[in-house]
C-alpha cells in the first residue's frame, strides 16, 4: 500500500468512526428523549376516540376504563364518541392523530374485519396502529320481540325454515359483530335471516322495543334491563359458555346449534408509531384497572369479562379474529360497500 493509498485508507476509517459514533450518539439520545416521555407521560389529558355512538357495548366499555383510568393516572380521559362507516370515521381518526400516547381507540371486531370487509381503507389496521391491551370480551345475546312466537333457539330455527327470508334482525350496522353473529348462525343452522342494520347498537335495540325488527344479536347492557322488565325475550347468549349477567341463559350451543361461538371484544390502540415505552406505561396503566375489583364488578354486572394482557397477545388476538370472521364475510358473501 503506497503513502496516498495509507492516507486515503486513514481518512476513511476516521470518517466512519465519527459516523458511528454520531449514530450511536443519536440513538442514546433519541431513547433518552423516550425514557424521559415515559417518566413524564401522562403530562395532560388523553382523548378516548370511541367508534360508535352513546348507548351501545363499545360506548359501556369505554367509559368505564376511561373513569377508572382517570382516576389511577389523575389525568382527565376525554371519550369522544365519532360513530359511523363501521367505525371507518373514528379509526382513521386515530391514525393520523399525534403518536405521542395521548390519542387512544377503543377498537373492536370492526378492527379485526374491517380489512376484509372492504376493499380500500383510509388507513392500514397494523401498520397504521400500536396494539395496547384487549380490554373486555362479552357475549352477544339473542333477543327477540315478544311478538315473535318461539320460545327457544330449536324453535326460532322452524320458523325460520317454515317462512324462508320473513323473519329479519337487527344489528349495530353492516359487517359489524351482531352482523356477523346473526350470518354465522343462518349458515350453520342452514336458514334464511334478513338483516337490517342501525347506526349503533342503541339504535338498533330501539327498533327492536318498537316491533320495526323481530330480533337481534345484541351486546347485553343495551337490552339487559328491557329483558328484566320482560319487554324482551332471551333465547341464547353467542358465547362458550354462560354469562354471570344472565346464567339461566343457555348458550346457542346448548340450545340446539352445536359448534356456534360469536364474541364480542373491545381493545385499546394508539396511533402506530407511539413510542414502545409510552405504549408499556399505558399497558400497566389499563391492565390496572382491569383487574382491580371495582371495574371488573362494574363490567360484570352487564355480562362484560374484563381481560388484559399483553400488546402481543392483543395483536394476536386481532390477527385470529380477522381471520375466522374473514372466511364468514367470504362464504355468506357479505358486502357493506
Known amino acids: 500500500m503506497n503513502g496516498n493509498a495509507r492516507s486515503r485508507f486513514r481518512a476513511k476509517r476516521k470518517t466512519d468512526a465519527i459516523?458511528?459514533?454520531?449514530?450511536?450518539?443519536?440513538?442514546?439520545?433519541?431513547?433518552?428523549?423516550?425514557?424521559?416521555?415515559?417518566?413524564?407521560?401522562?403530562?395532560?389529558?388523553?382523548?378516548?376516540?370511541?367508534?360508535?355512538?352513546?348507548?351501545?357495548?363499545?360506548?359501556?366499555v369505554g367509559r368505564v376504563l376511561?373513569?377508572?383510568?382517570?382516576?389511577?393516572?389523575?389525568?382527565?380521559?376525554?371519550?369522544?364518541?365519532?360513530?359511523?362507516?363501521?367505525?371507518?370515521?373514528?379509526t382513521e381518526l386515530a391514525a393520523k392523530a399525534?403518536?405521542?400516547?395521548?390519542?387512544m381507540l377503543l377498537g373492536g371486531t370492526g378492527h379485526a374485519i374491517n380489512p376484509y370487509m372492504y376493499s380500500k381503507l383510509p388507513y392500514d389496521?397494523?401498520?397504521?396502529?400500536?396494539?395496547?391491551?384487549?380490554?373486555?370480551?362479552?357475549?352477544?345475546?339473542?333477543?327477540?320481540h315478544p311478538s315473535v312466537p318461539a320460545a327457544s333457539v330449536k324453535e326460532l330455527i322452524a320458523l325460520a325454515r317454515a317462512k324462508p327470508r320473513r323473519l329479519n334482525y337487527g344489528s349495530a350496522g353492516g359487517g359489524g359483530n351482531s352482523h356477523l353473529a346473526g350470518a354465522l348462525f343462518a349458515m350453520l343452522a342452514d336458514?334464511?335471516?334478513?338483516?337490517?342494520?342501525?347506526?349503533?347498537?342503541?339504535?338498533?335495540?330501539?327498533?327492536?322495543?318498537?316491533?320495526?325488527?323481530?330480533?337481534?344479536?345484541?351486546t347485553l347492557p343495551p337490552v339487559l334491563p328491557h329483558l328484566r322488565a320482560g319487554k324482551l325475550r332471551a333465547l341464547a347468549v353467542t358465547g362458550a359458555r354462560r354469562s354471570a349477567a344472565a346464567p339461566e341463559v343457555p348458550t346457542v350451543a346448548e340450545a340446539g346449534l352445536p359448534g356456534y361461538e360469536a364474541s364480542g371484544w373491545w381493545g385499546v390502540l394508539v396511533p402506530g408509531?407511539?413510542?414502545?415505552?409510552?405504549?408499556?406505561?399505558?399497558?400497566?396503566?389499563?391492565?390496572?384497572?382491569?383487574?382491580?375489583?371495582?371495574?371488573?364488578?362494574?363490567?360484570?354486572?352487564?355480562?362484560?369479562?374484563a381481560?388484559?394482557?399483553?400488546?402481543?397477545?392483543?395483536?394476536?388476538?386481532?390477527?385470529?379474529?380477522?381471520?375466522?370472521?374473514?372466511?364468514?364475510?367470504k362464504t355468506a358473501n357479505i358486502k357493506v360497500e
Open 66 to 90: 376511561a373513569m377508572r383510568l382517570a382516576e389511577n393516572i389523575r389525568q382527565q380521559v376525554v371519550i369522544d364518541n365519532r360513530g359511523g362507516a363501521h367505525g371507518i370515521i373514528a
Open 191 to 218: 336458514i334464511e335471516l334478513m338483516h337490517v342494520a342501525y347506526r349503533g347498537t342503541g339504535p338498533a335495540a330501539t327498533a327492536l322495543l318498537a316491533g320495526e325488527v323481530q330480533a337481534m344479536f345484541s
Open 19 to 60: 459516523t458511528l459514533l454520531a449514530l450511536t450518539l443519536l440513538a442514546l439520545n433519541a431513547a433518552g428523549a423516550e425514557i424521559e416521555a415515559a417518566e413524564t407521560y401522562p403530562a395532560r389529558p388523553i382523548r378516548f376516540i370511541l367508534p360508535y355512538p352513546p348507548g351501545g357495548g363499545n360506548d359501556f
Open 273 to 305: 408509531k407511539t413510542p414502545p415505552s409510552i405504549v408499556s406505561a399505558l399497558n400497566a396503566e389499563i391492565v390496572k384497572v382491569l383487574r382491580a375489583d371495582a371495574a371488573t364488578a362494574q363490567l360484570s354486572r352487564e355480562g362484560i369479562e
Open 125 to 144: 389496521s397494523e401498520k397504521d396502529f400500536a396494539p395496547v391491551s384487549l380490554a373486555a370480551v362479552a357475549p352477544n345475546i339473542l333477543v327477540l
Open 98 to 103: 399525534p403518536p405521542d400516547g395521548y390519542t
Open 307 to 329: 381481560a388484559g394482557g399483553s400488546p402481543a397477545q392483543f395483536a394476536a388476538h386481532i390477527r385470529s379474529e380477522g381471520r375466522k370472521w374473514g372466511a364468514v364475510i
